[in-house]
């Protein structure tokens, strides 16, 4: 259980990494996943899970960062450690 959750946050690190090396950021510079170097798999990830935690946003078809949610995800996830 432990090792899926690490290969699932380890994915989910490399992911924020591309958007941010390729400057999507905001809607104005979103991508899509083939310029981002992300999987076929993303698309189908963001229509469950991924999609619903709003860090990645689909603007027609193309995707950015939300760093602004990506930081509410982290602070969130953190108050839950003990």
């Known amino acids: 259980m432990f090792r ?3 290969e699932i946050r380890k ?3 490399d992911a924020v ?4 090396e390729k400057g999507a950021t ?3 510079k979103a991508l899509i996943p083939e310029e981002l170097g992300l999987p076929p798999r993303f ?4 229509q469950r899970r991924l999609g619903r935690t709003g860090i990645f ?5 193309k995707y950015y960062l ?3 949610r990506l930081k509410e ?3 969130r996830i953190s108050s839950r450690s003990f």
Do not use: D, H
């Open 26 to 28: 905001s809607p104005e």
């Open 11 to 13: 994915q989910l690190t």
């Open 57 to 61: 946003v689909e603007v027609n078809g």
């Open 17 to 20: 990494a591309k958007f941010k």
């Open 43 to 46: 698309k189908e990830a963001m």
């Open 4 to 6: 899926r959750r690490e």
């Open 73 to 75: 995800v982290q602070e």
């Open 66 to 68: 939300s760093e602004q």
